[in-house]
C-alpha cells in the first residue's frame, strides 16, 4: 500500500507541476457547466416545469459524470506513456507488489477527478443550480463518484495495457465514451427516449452514477430521480459492482502486458 | 551487507532460455557464474541477446526455461528478494521528464522504503558523486543525454544495491562522459565492494572496465574468461588481411601452416592469429600468391577483443 501511495504521490506533484495539465482540469468542467448547462437551460428554460435553472440542475450530474470519465481517460494515458516509456521497468524492478503500481494511477486519477467534481459543484451553486448543502448527500455523491471513476480508470487502464500506440488507444477510447455519455440520462430524461435507447441507457454504468447523484446532491432529488424508477441502493450497488469489474479488468490486461 | 557479499555469488544462471511467441528464442541456454565484487561484462552486438538475460536476472521477464540466481535469491521464487538486492540502469532512459533530479531520486527510494533522512543524505552524497549538484532541482527536461545518464546511473545506486546491472549504461555518450561513467563504475568496485554486471557493444569499454567478459550471440555465450585470457588465445599478433580470389583455398593452406594459432574468415576478411606477426608475413602472403588469392591489404596488429569478437561469431563487431 506504501507503494501505490508513493506513486500517487508522484503522479499528483507530476500534475501540479504541469500548470497546463491543471488549468485545463480545472476549466474544462467549469465551461461545461457554464456553456452548455447555461446555453441549453436556457432554449428549454420556459417549457422546463422546474424553471430557468431548472436544466443546470438536472445536468449537473451529468456533467460530473463525464468530467470522471475524462479524467479516467487521463489516467489510462498515463499508464500508456510510463509504459512507452519505460518508466514502468523502474517500478517493475523496485520490490514492491506489481498491482500497487495499477493502485497508485488508478488513485491519482480518483483524487483528480474529486478535485474536479467539487469544482463543478460550487460552479454549480455559483450558476445557480437547486443543490441541497447537506454534507451527508455531498459526501454521498463524491463517494459514488469516485466509485465510478475507479470503474471508467479500469476500463481506462485495461486499454492501456492492452495497446502500444497512443493514437490507437485515444480512438477506442473515445469509442467507448461517446455512448457512455450520451446514451445516458446525463443530458435528457430516461422517459422521453424510444425504448431502444432507454434499454442501451439502463444497462449503461452512466445512468447509475447520475441518478445516484441526483438522488444526492439536489434539492427534491427524489422526485426527480423517481421518475426513473431507480433506487438509490441500486445506483450504489451497480457502481460497486462497476468498479470491481473495472479494476479487475485492469488487473487481468495488466498482467498480461508484463509477459 | 557488501561483507557477506565477498562470500557468495554475486550471479548464478543454469540454462536460461527465453523464448518469445513460440518461435522467437531470444535467449537459447546460457550459464554465468558470477563471483562477488566483479565487474562483467557481457560483449556482443544488438539483438545478441544482452537486455533479454538482463531483464530476466532483474525478474522483470520470467524464464522460459532454466534457474537464476541472484546476490543469493531466487529470481523467480525470491523475487522481492532479488528486487531488494539489486541496482538497476536500463537501456533506455527511464527518467520521468516532469520531475525534477532530486524528485526522481526521492520516490525512487521511497519505493524501497528508506527514511526520509537515510533518502536526503544518499541524495547528497550521490549528486555529488555524478557532479549533478548544481542541476538536481530542475526538471529532468531540460537535461542533456549525458546528464540523464549519470542521474540514472546514481537511482540505481541509491538503495546500495549488492548488485548492479547496468544496461549500456554509456550508449549515445560523448567520450568524456564515458570515460568519466567507466571510473565512477570502477570506484563503486573498488570502494563499496559491489558487483557489477555491464552489457556494452563498446569493446574498449569491455577491455578497460570488466573483470571478466563473456561474448554473446544469438542468445549464447560463445566464450568467457578476463579479457587479457581471451586476447591472449588469439596469439601474440593477429595478421588482418582482406582480399579476394579463392579464399577458401588460402585459409586451408594457412590452416596447414604450424605457425598459426587461429584463422578466422568472414565478411571478405582473413585473420590469422600468430606467435610473431612480422617473422610469418612474408610465409602468409607467399601461401595466398599460390592459392590464387590476392591480398589488397594486409596489416599485423596486437589483438583485441575486437578480434576475439570476430573469431567467435564469424562477423566483425559494429559500433
Known amino acids: 500500500m506504501s507503494a501505490a501511495i508513493t506513486l500517487w504521490n508522484k503522479h499528483m506533484v507530476k500534475s501540479l507541476r504541469n500548470s497546463m495539465e491543471m488549468s485545463s482540469m480545472l476549466i474544462q468542467p467549469v465551461l461545461w457547466v457554464v456553456l452548455f448547462g447555461v446555453g441549453m437551460g436556457s432554449l428549454l428554460g420556459p417549457n422546463m416545469p422546474g424553471g430557468q435553472d431548472f436544466?443546470?440542475?438536472?445536468?449537473?450530474?451529468?456533467?460530473?459524470?463525464?468530467?470522471?470519465?475524462?479524467?479516467?481517460?487521463?489516467?489510462?494515458?498515463?499508464?500508456?506513456?510510463?509504459?512507452?516509456?519505460?518508466?514502468?521497468?523502474?517500478?517493475?524492478?523496485?520490490?514492491?507488489?506489481?498491482?500497487?503500481?495499477?493502485?497508485?494511477?488508478?488513485?491519482?486519477?480518483?483524487?483528480?477527478?474529486?478535485?474536479?467534481?467539487?469544482?463543478?459543484?460550487?460552479?454549480?451553486?455559483?450558476?445557480?443550480?437547486?443543490?441541497?448543502?447537506?454534507?451527508?448527500?455531498?459526501?454521498?455523491?463524491?463517494?459514488?463518484?469516485?466509485?465510478?471513476?475507479?470503474?471508467?480508470?479500469?476500463?481506462?487502464?485495461?486499454?492501456?495495457?492492452?495497446?502500444?500506440?497512443?493514437?490507437?488507444?485515444?480512438?477506442?477510447?473515445?469509442?467507448?465514451?461517446?455512448?457512455?455519455?450520451?446514451?445516458?440520462?446525463?443530458?435528457?430524461?430516461?422517459?422521453t427516449m424510444p425504448t431502444w435507447m432507454r434499454i442501451g441507457a439502463l444497462i449503461n454504468p452512466t445512468t447509475y452514477v447520475v441518478t445516484g447523484l441526483r438522488y444526492l446532491l439536489i434539492v427534491n432529488g427524489t422526485e426527480l430521480a423517481r421518475v426513473e424508477a431507480i433506487p438509490l441502493w441500486l445506483c450504489f450497488l451497480v457502481i460497486a459492482i462497476f468498479a470491481i469489474l473495472g479494476m479487475w479488468l485492469a488487473s487481468r490486461r495488466f498482467k498480461k502486458s508484463l509477459n | 551487507m557488501v561483507e557477506s557479499?565477498?562470500?557468495?555469488?554475486?550471479?548464478?544462471?543454469?540454462?536460461?532460455?527465453?523464448?518469445?511467441?513460440?518461435?522467437?528464442?531470444a535467449v537459447n541456454g546460457i550459464d554465468l557464474t558470477i563471483e562477488a565484487n566483479t565487474i562483467f561484462a557481457l560483449l556482443g552486438p544488438n539483438g545478441a541477446g544482452k537486455t533479454t538475460t538482463i531483464n530476466m536476472l532483474t525478474t522483470l521477464l520470467a524464464p522460459t526455461e532454466g534457474s537464476a540466481s541472484v546476490a543469493g535469491f531466487d529470481v523467480i521464487k525470491q523475487a522481492n528478494e532479488v528486487r531488494n538486492a539489486i541496482g538497476v540502469t536500463f537501456q533506455e532512459t527511464t527518467l520521468d521528464d516532469e520531475l525534477t533530479g532530486r524528485q526522481a531520486l526521492d520516490f525512487h527510494a521511497r519505493l524501497y522504503g528508506m527514511s526520509k533522512d537515510q533518502r536526503t543524505a544518499k541524495i547528497r552524497e550521490l549528486l555529488a558523486l555524478v557532479e549533478l549538484e548544481e542541476a538536481a532541482d530542475r526538471t529532468?527536461?531540460?537535461?542533456?543525454?549525458?546528464?540523464?545518464?549519470?542521474?540514472?546511473?546514481?537511482?540505481?545506486?541509491?538503495?546500495?544495491?549488492?548488485?548492479?546491472?547496468?544496461?549500456?549504461?554509456?550508449?549515445?555518450?560523448?567520450?568524456?562522459?564515458?570515460?568519466?561513467?567507466?571510473?565512477?563504475?570502477?570506484?563503486?568496485?573498488?570502494?563499496?565492494?559491489?558487483?557489477?554486471?555491464?552489457?556494452?557493444?563498446?569493446?574498449?569499454?569491455?577491455?578497460?572496465?570488466?573483470?571478466?567478459?563473456?561474448?554473446?550471440?544469438?542468445?549464447?555465450?560463445?566464450?568467457?574468461?578476463?579479457?587479457?585470457?581471451?586476447?591472449?588465445?588469439?596469439?601474440?599478433?593477429v595478421i588482418t588481411i582482406i582480399g579476394h580470389g579463392n579464399r577458401e583455398e588460402f585459409v586451408s593452406k594457412i590452416n596447414d601452416l604450424p605457425c598459426c594459432e587461429t584463422v578466422t574468415s568472414g565478411n571478405g576478411l582473413v585473420q590469422i592469429g600468430v606467435d610473431s606477426g612480422s617473422k610469418h608475413l612474408v610465409e602468409v602472403i607467399s601461401q595466398a600468391n599460390q592459392s590464387d588469392f590476392v591480398v589488397d591489404d594486409i596489416s599485423v596488429a596486437k589483438p583485441s577483443l575486437g578480434d576475439v569478437f570476430l573469431k567467435f561469431t564469424g562477423r566483425q563487431f559494429r559500433d
Do not use: C
Not at chain 1, 466509485?147 to 481506462?156: H, P
Not at chain 2, 562470500?7 to 528464442?25: H, M, S
Open chain 2, 5 to 25: 557479499s565477498n562470500k557468495r555469488l554475486a550471479i548464478k544462471a543454469e540454462g536460461l532460455v527465453k523464448r518469445f511467441d513460440e518461435n522467437i528464442l
Open chain 1, 55 to 191: 436544466y443546470i440542475t438536472f445536468m449537473l450530474p451529468g456533467i460530473i459524470a463525464l468530467t470522471a470519465s475524462g479524467g479516467a481517460i487521463g489516467g489510462g494515458s498515463t499508464w500508456l506513456n510510463e509504459r512507452l516509456q519505460g518508466i514502468v521497468k523502474e517500478y517493475l524492478a523496485a520490490p514492491i507488489p506489481r498491482l500497487s503500481i495499477l493502485m497508485g494511477n488508478a488513485l491519482s486519477t480518483v483524487s483528480k477527478g474529486l478535485v474536479q467534481s467539487l469544482v463543478i459543484l460550487i460552479v454549480g451553486l455559483i450558476v445557480g443550480a437547486n443543490m441541497t448543502t447537506n454534507p451527508l448527500g455531498w459526501l454521498g455523491a463524491l463517494l459514488l463518484v469516485s466509485a465510478f471513476t475507479l470503474g471508467f480508470a479500469g476500463i481506462a487502464l485495461a486499454m492501456a495495457s492492452s495497446t502500444d500506440n497512443t493514437g490507437a488507444y485515444h480512438a477506442m477510447i473515445m469509442l467507448l465514451n461517446l455512448p457512455l455519455l450520451f446514451l445516458s440520462n446525463a443530458l435528457y430524461p430516461l422517459e
Open chain 2, 140 to 237: 529532468i527536461s531540460t537535461y542533456s543525454g549525458g546528464m540523464k545518464r549519470r542521474l540514472e546511473l546514481i537511482r540505481g545506486l541509491m538503495t546500495d544495491p549488492e548488485v548492479l546491472f547496468l544496461d549500456e549504461p554509456t550508449l549515445g555518450l560523448d567520450p568524456q562522459s564515458r570515460a568519466r561513467i567507466g571510473d565512477y563504475i570502477v570506484e563503486l568496485k573498488e570502494k563499496h565492494g559491489m558487483s557489477v554486471l555491464l552489457t556494452t557493444h563498446y569493446m574498449d569499454e569491455a577491455e578497460k572496465l570488466s573483470d571478466r567478459v563473456a561474448i554473446i550471440d544469438h542468445g549464447k555465450i560463445l566464450t568467457e574468461g578476463t579479457p587479457s585470457e581471451l586476447v591472449e588465445q588469439m596469439g601474440a599478433d
